[in-house]
């Protein structure tokens, strides 16, 4: 099966920093997802991205597909974006499972 | 709209117990589907459905059923629970469109086997 790989898996930086999160996958996908999952354990859909580029304020997502990967930018950190970051993909034959990555840990410090 | 509801939130069961984790949605989402997360190992698909009786395995669906009667519920079943499937169970719901179709998740069920 298709095999979706997250880097780096954890990552440790100080308040007001950016940061760069990585997705590689190694099949074609219909679509391609980012989620935070915060410190209480929800899980939140940030971006649903299966090409280009999206922004939402400081996060913004981009996703080539052509050379499977995406990239997850979180500008100016702040101590709320710590948590957990998951991709997650929609396999490319169409049956519709929706398989995610292991995570980044991200843990921003004050 | 209450989104996508799991319950209960807490559950300890004695090997070889059954039970059913509940998950129900209202809006109308004809995708839905239960992951389980374990430490360092993300969120594994356990089941999926694409509409009502339509269900689909995923990752890791030995010692798990499900079905799928209506379209807002989508009840996952442990017939003989053993220690391995201590974890936290996530339902997720979304619709079919493949143009603008972020997945929702319910809030979790926190499972422990002893």
């Known amino acids: 099966g298709i095999q979706v790989e997250q880097s780096p898996p954890d990552l440790i930086l100080q308040e007001g920093a950016n940061s760069t999160l990585r997705c590689n996958f190694s099949?074609?996908?219909?679509?391609l997802q980012w989620f935070h999952q915060n410190p209480w354990g929800q899980l939140i859909n940030l971006f649903y991205?299966?090409?280009g580029t999206k922004q939402n304020g400081r996060l913004s997502a981009t996703t080539v597909a052509t050379e499977r990967y995406s990239l997850l930018y979180i500008s100016s950190s702040q101590t709320t974006d710590s948590g957990v970051y998951f991709c997650?993909?929609?396999?490319?034959?169409?049956?519709?499972?929706?398989?995610f990555g292991k995570g980044t840990r991200l843990h921003i410090l004050p | 709209n209450a989104g996508v509801t799991q319950t209960p939130k807490f559950q300890v069961l004695k090997t070889g117990q059954s039970m059913t984790l509940q998950c129900a949605q209202d809006?109308?989402?004809?995708?839905m589907s239960w992951y389980r997360q374990d430490p360092g190992m993300g969120l594994r698909l356990i089941h999926y459905?694409?509409?009502?009786?339509?269900?689909d395995q995923g990752e890791v669906p030995n010692g798990y059923n499900v079905s799928r009667s209506t379209t807002e519920d989508f009840p996952l079943r442990l017939l003989s629970a053993a220690p391995s499937q201590t974890s936290v169970y996530f339902c997720?719901?979304?619709?079919?469109?493949?143009?603008?179709?972020?997945?929702?998740f319910g809030n979790g069920t926190r499972l422990t086997v002893t």
């Open positions: 997720a719901s979304s619709y079919l469109d493949r143009f603008n179709s972020p997945l929702h």
């Open positions: 809006m109308n989402h004809e995708y």
């Open positions: 997650a993909v929609e396999v490319g034959n169409r049956d519709d499972k929706i398989i």
């Open positions: 099949d074609s996908v219909n679509n």
């Open positions: 459905s694409v509409g009502a009786g339509i269900t």
């Open positions: 991205i299966p090409s």
